[in-house]
């Protein structure tokens, strides 16, 4: 049995890996210049800003490839060191589906079911080893860690700003994809995501967020991929940001002795 929502958080959450936000500055478009640089300058000091921890407890529910979802459970995170733990548990039974264990570029990914434990890299991990569908996961670089992503070697298409709507909307592209980032104010509350090859749609409604210091974290987020069948909203209660964080490394789980050992 594949686990495609335990997958899919694990790699939302280490992703940052595999898309990294660029920080370069993007190709030179001189109609855009006085829009597009003030827009990158706000994105390089949200990014900036971000959580340097994370310690709470999420719920997921909506609708995964048309049929009814729920799912629960906890996630601790630290920047530095990077690491993270996050454990998925059946809504109804309270067991854990899986764990998740990142310790720098290495990831252990444990099925309980399976008596599995899998052995990835963050930096090469392929989504579709662990689930039914192969999204470019890369593109979700720091949703869940309270960052910006811009896809990797982006230029700008466009920027525009709505003053009388407080409203501002960047797109920038790659050789594999468009992106659109829309802002309200300073905040960003959507992003888009497509393919330029399958035109499949990815988009990201950033609701409820919450300041911590300088950074600012999103306790609700929805995922619509329509071409999939996902309408999944994530919500994150019992928050802890920016503070002490205990978040164990392999050795320190308490795995069956009878496992499984898969090295991908």
């Not at 930096?123 to 662990?130: A, E, F, G, P």
């Not at 950074?215 to 928050?239: Q, Y």
């Amino acid at each position: 049995m594949k686990h495609l929502i335990a997958a899919a958080m694990m790699y939302l959450m280490v992703a940052c890996a595999t898309a990294g936000v660029d920080g370069t500055a993007p190709g030179e478009n001189e109609k855009l210049k006085e829009n597009h640089e003030e827009t990158m300058a706000l994105i390089r000091g949200f990014n900036e800003k971000a959580v340097t921890s994370i310690e709470g407890s999420f719920f997921i529910d909506g609708f995964l490839q048309n049929k009814k979802y729920k799912t629960i459970g906890n996630v601790s995170y630290s920047a530095a060191p990077e690491r993270l733990n996050l454990i998925i548990t059946d809504f109804i039974f309270k067991s854990p589906i899986t764990t998740v264990v990142q310790d720098g570029r290495e990831l252990s990914i444990y099925f309980p079911v399976e008596k599995k434990l899998y052995v990835d890299s963050v930096d090469t991990i392929r989504l579709k080893n662990y689930s039914d569908i192969d999204f470019n996961f890369a593109m979700l670089h720091g949703v869940l860690t309270g960052r910006i992503p811009l896809v990797r070697g982006h230029r700008i298409v466009s920027c525009v700003r709505d003053e009388a709507k407080n409203a501002r909307f960047l797109i920038v592209e790659n050789d594999e994809l468009f992106e659109t980032i829309a802002f309200r104010g300073d905040i960003p509350d959507k992003l888009l995501f497509m393919d330029k090859k399958s035109k499949k749609r990815v988009e990201f409604y950033l609701g409820r967020p919450t300041v911590s210091g300088d950074s600012v974290f999103f306790r609700n987020i929805k995922i619509v991929a329509k071409d999939e069948g996902i309408n999944l909203t994530i919500t994150f209660n019992s928050l802890k940001l920016n503070g002490p964080v205990r978040v164990k490394n392999v050795s320190e789980m308490n795995y069956p002795r009878n496992i499984s050992i898969i090295r991908m």
